[in-house]
C-alpha cells in the first residue's frame, strides 16, 4: 500500500476515484483508504498536517512519482480533460513500449499513466 500526503484529501479521494476506479474503504477527516474493485491495490492519502506524519514531510511532495499501469491511457487522458485534472504530458508512444500520460494530483504528486502499446517489438 501507497500512502500520498495531502491537504486536499476529498479533491485527492475524487481525483484517484475518477481516474482508476477505486472504492472507499475507509474515508476520515485525516486518512482516506482506497481500493481497487479487484481488491489487488490499495491507496491511502493521509492529511499531511496529522500528528502521525513527521514534521519533515508535511510539505509539498516531491522527489518522487507514482506509476499507474492500465488497459488505455487515452481513455484516461480524456476523463482527466473531463474532470479539469491538471496534465503535465499527453499521451506520448515511449520507446520503450508504453504509451505515457502524466497528471499532477489536487497536492502536487506526479502521477504516470501508462499502457502497454499493442504488439509492441523492440
Excluded at 47 to 68: M, R, S
Aim: proline content about 5%; glycine content about 4%; charged content about 25%.
Amino acid at each position: 500500500m501507497t500512502n500520498i500526503c495531502s491537504t486536499k484529501l476529498a479533491e485527492s479521494r475524487d481525483f484517484y476515484m475518477k481516474l482508476f476506479d477505486f472504492t472507499i474503504g475507509y474515508d476520515s477527516d485525516w486518512f482516506v483508504h482506497l481500493v481497487s474493485k479487484d481488491k489487488q491495490l490499495e491507496l491511502g492519502l493521509i492529511d499531511q498536517n496529522n500528528a502521525i506524519v513527521p514534521k519533515e514531510f508535511q510539505t509539498t511532495p516531491n522527489g518522487f512519482y507514482i506509476t499507474f499501469v492500465v488497459s488505455n491511457a487515452d481513455e484516461l487522458f480524456e476523463i482527466a480533460k473531463s474532470e479539469n485534472f491538471e496534465v503535465v504530458m499527453k499521451p506520448e508512444n515511449t520507446s520503450y513500449g508504453q504509451r505515457r500520460l502524466l497528471l499532477k494530483d489536487p497536492d502536487g504528486t506526479l502521477v504516470d499513466v501508462s499502457s502497454p502499446i499493442p504488439n509492441f517489438n523492440f
